[in-house]
């Protein structure tokens, strides 16, 4: 166990050295950031000046190392809009966009757990009909335009929603529903598939004649066995939200990490975007970690060495 | 779904000697009949044929042209009609026709989906073989790129891309393909970790054939249903992260006509004209759902392990 985790760590560490590798290449794509960063009225001199000034005249193996210096303590260089370090612009925002993301997780779970029990219980039954409906529109609808969509009908017909921003508490409810029903949409499939796999192994049909009535049989004895599948596809979905949550948030104004990467883009504040694709690549990393650490506790019979 | 049939007697009575050569139209035959079986695959192959039929005859099956603009007939509601004929699905904000822009999308979806799919596809295929076939040091470094690439959520890497990168039609359909190769070298990889030690391999090589004809002859079959079900599935997603892309303003150029672009567009009136929101984003869910429908049905038959998961 203790070997499983030291292994899984050094792949993490790897795995993050292999991201920052990709964050400091991609800004590099079209030769050297200045191209991307210079404003078009600036003369070939104040871009020669720019560029001895950021340290893009340097080798690319000595720049990286320096990026790399830097980035293990948080130093992602200035923000070019903002004026203020790029790891602050960061963690301002980062707390809102956890904030959003766990609110439609736990959305999503609170859907599609009783809906892929229940339609995996009466297969083939009107409700698992339906519910499949949910899960195959709810995959293909691009979440902003759900998000569009409640808009229209809360805050347009109904006004009953504010459509952006985060003033009051009501605004989260919005986004919430957006990334959630994605949410929903992907994990009651495989709740349902999971639970349908379990019902019918012979320890179910064990149960059941021990007298135990279905609820305990349901929620004791398959529900637990189905979480394997179920915590790995969560796990990975939440690399969707976390992706969706961008889009997401620029519908709704929501101040999250999301919105602040798409404003950085626009106007070509490259520092800002390195630490905030190392943020969410960070974020993936860790909950991928902790669902593999996971599996341990869920699951006695899995041993790693 | 696939019951083999037995054979008739006409089959059992051809020697082995004489085998008579199938007719060139007999996989076709049993594609579709298979596909006549299972109405989910029967549905999803029935769009993706009816949106690539409109990519193709977009100009000359539209009602209006899509850029034609018509000052005097602004923000108008569906079926609003006047002497230049019905607007089935209303007008946006420079009274250009809703449902003739909505067909002259469809080329972009489809021209994205599809070619994107193909570059990645190609080469995720090519490195999960030498991935899985050589092992090693070649191995692990592919697989470190994949691990870092799988670790930033896939839209975000695209969004960050093409921040630097700059837009347009080619340019999006290099960037998704060229990012899109990952998840393919990984299952292939993994298809091929299975099959490379299989006694015909073994085989293979004892009758002295050489490793790149072993690759492309005994491995490369074997894998490559799992490519295929995994491409249908990636059209969706690419079309997905195209609109996504393009309604943030940093897919296509602003004058093509897109569905992202459209609903851009919408988001701007969203307070008077819900027309200009609610189609464009209906199409592109119904065309994802076709890819959706006809890749699960894909999966069911190529890959009789996979059958009824998700």
Redesign the interface.
């Known amino acids: 166990m203790r070997k499983f985790i030291a292994t899984r760590l050094v792949?993490t560490i790897?795995?993050v050295?292999?991201?920052s590798?990709?964050v400091f290449f991609?800004?590099r794509?079209?030769g050297d950031p200045i191209a991307?960063m210079a404003p078009p009225t600036f003369s070939e001199e104040q871009v020669a000046r720019m560029r001895t000034a950021w340290g893009f005249d340097r080798p690319v193996g000595e720049q990286y190392v320096i990026f790399l210096q830097k980035a293990v303590t948080g130093d992602f260089g200035q923000s070019i809009q903002a004026r203020r370090p790029a790891m602050e612009l960061v963690l301002e925002r980062l707390g809102n966009t956890y904030l959003l993301s766990l609110t439609s997780a736990l959305l999503g779970l609170v859907i599609a757990l009783p809906l892929g029990i229940i339609s995996a219980l009466k297969r083939n039954s009107w409700i698992d009909f339906l519910s499949t409906v949910f899960a195959?529109?709810g995959?293909?609808?691009?979440g902003?335009?759900l998000g569009?969509?409640l808009?229209?009908v809360f805050s347009?017909n109904l006004r009953i929603l504010p459509a952006f921003g985060a003033l009051e508490p009501a605004a989260i409810i919005m986004p919430t529903i957006t990334l959630g029903v994605g949410m929903a949409a992907r994990l009651s499939?495989?709740t349902r598939?999971a639970m349908?796999e379990v019902m019918n192994q012979d320890y179910i049909r064990t149960a059941y004649s021990k007298g135990l009535n279905r609820r305990s049989v349901v929620v004791q004895h398959a529900l637990r066995n189905a979480l394997i599948p179920i915590v790995t596809i969560f796990g990975l979905q939440l690399?969707?939200l976390?992706?969706?949550s961008?889009?997401v948030e620029?519908?709704f104004s929501w101040p999250g990490l999301?919105r602040l990467?798409?404003e950085s883009?626009?106007v070509?504040d490259?520092t800002v975007?390195q630490a905030g694709?190392l943020w969410?690549?960070l974020s993936?990393?860790l909950i991928?970690l902790a669902v593999d650490v996971l599996y341990v506790f869920l699951d006695p019979r899995i041993q790693y060495d | 779904m696939s019951i083999r049939k037995p054979a008739t007697t006409a089959q059992i009575a051809t020697l082995p000697g004489q085998v008579e050569r199938a007719p060139w139209y007999r996989p076709v035959q049993r594609f579709l009949a298979a596909l006549g079986r299972s109405p989910v695959g029967l549905t999803g192959f029935i769009i993706i044929v009816g949106i690539m039929l409109l990519a193709v005859l977009g100009p000359a099956i539209s009602p209006h042209d899509p850029l034609d603009n018509n000052l005097r007939a602004r923000f108008m509601p569906p079926g609003f009609a006047n002497d230049s004929g019905v607007f089935l699905l209303g007008t946006d904000q420079l009274g250009r026709d809703i449902l003739s822009r909505i067909i002259a999308g469809s080329k972009v979806s489809v021209v994205v989906g599809l070619v994107s799919v193909l570059i990645a596809g190609v080469i995720g295929v090519v490195l999960g073989l030498v991935a899985g076939f050589f092992g090693g040091m070649v191995d692990a470094v592919i697989m470190?790129?994949t691990?870092?690439?799988l670790?930033?959520?896939?839209?975000?890497?695209v969004?960050?891309?093409s921040?630097?990168?700059?837009s347009g039609l080619v340019t999006l359909i290099l960037i998704l393909g060229l990012t899109g190769w990952v998840t393919y070298a990984r299952v292939i990889r993994g298809e091929v970790l299975k099959v490379r030690s299989l006694d015909y391999i073994t085989a293979a090589y004892a009758i002295g054939q050489r490793r790149p004809l072993i690759i492309l002859r005994h491995i490369l079959p074997n894998v490559i249903s799992s490519g295929i079900i995994l491409a249908a599935t990636q059209v969706?997603i690419t079309i997905?992260a195209e609109?996504?892309l393009s309604?943030?303003?940093?897919g296509v150029e602003a004058t093509t006509v897109t569905w992202g672009l459209m609903?851009a567009d919408?988001?701007q009136y969203?307070?008077s004209a819900?027309w200009m929101?609610?189609y464009p984003?209906i199409a592109?869910?119904?065309t994802?759902?076709g890819?959706?429908?006809f890749g699960d049905w894909l999966r069911d038959v190529l890959d009789p392990n996979m059958r009824?998961?998700?």
Request: net charge positive; proline share 2%; glycine share 12%.
């Open positions: 792949y790897i795995t050295f292999m991201v590798l990709i991609m800004v794509l079209r991307v195959s529109v995959t293909a609808m691009p902003f335009w569009l969509m808009i229209i347009v499939r495989i598939s349908l690399g969707w976390l992706g969706g961008v889009i620029s519908v999301g990467m798409i883009i626009n070509r490259i975007v694709l969410f690549a993936f990393i991928n | 470190r790129i691990d870092g690439l670790s930033i959520p896939f839209i975000i890497l969004i960050a891309i921040g630097v990168v700059g969706g997905l609109s996504s309604f943030l303003g940093l609903l919408g988001r969203i307070n819900w929101t609610t984003g592109i869910t119904i994802v759902l890819a959706v429908f009824g998961r998700s």
